[in-house]
């Protein structure tokens, strides 16, 4: 892996975050889970780069999220797209991610948990967070598609500040 600067990815970010996944992964090597997800964004924020992730409350990388403040965004190959198939639908609560087979950790200079199957690993560290709230929503229609009783709770906002960018080379 090769270190870069963020303003040096040139991803096109909506096609890596909508279209390609990316595994948001939170803890240290002796203790991480992670989760799918297609829903987030980049940009430039309180003069820094940064990223931004949203996470129901009830999944269990939100906990690792809240008590090591940082998180790693990792992107695959395509190939690897049947894995984030399983890391979105199953629970670390009931299914060991740490053992999955088609992944090798990889804990990087920082100790956060990357994985060497990635093209790209972006570190981050939580610079504010935010609870979706029912009553802000502007178009409900977000609000209906998404939420209740049995489509899950309203995510919690992440904002991150971007540390360091690997891409495989």
Known sequence: MKEI????LNQNIIDLIGHQ???ITAGDSADYNMMTASWGGMGYLWNKPVATIYVRPERLTNQYINRSGRFTLTFFPQ????TLTVMGTKSGREYDKMNE???TPLTLPSGQVAFQQAHIIIECEILY????????FTDTTPLQNWYGPEKGNLHNIYIAGIKNVWINQ
């Open 5 to 8: 600067k963020p303003e040096q």
């Open 79 to 82: 190939s690897m797209r049947p």
């Open 21 to 23: 996944w990316m595994l």
């Open 129 to 136: 967070k935010d609870a979706m709230a029912a009553d802000k």
């Open 101 to 103: 087979p088609t992944l």
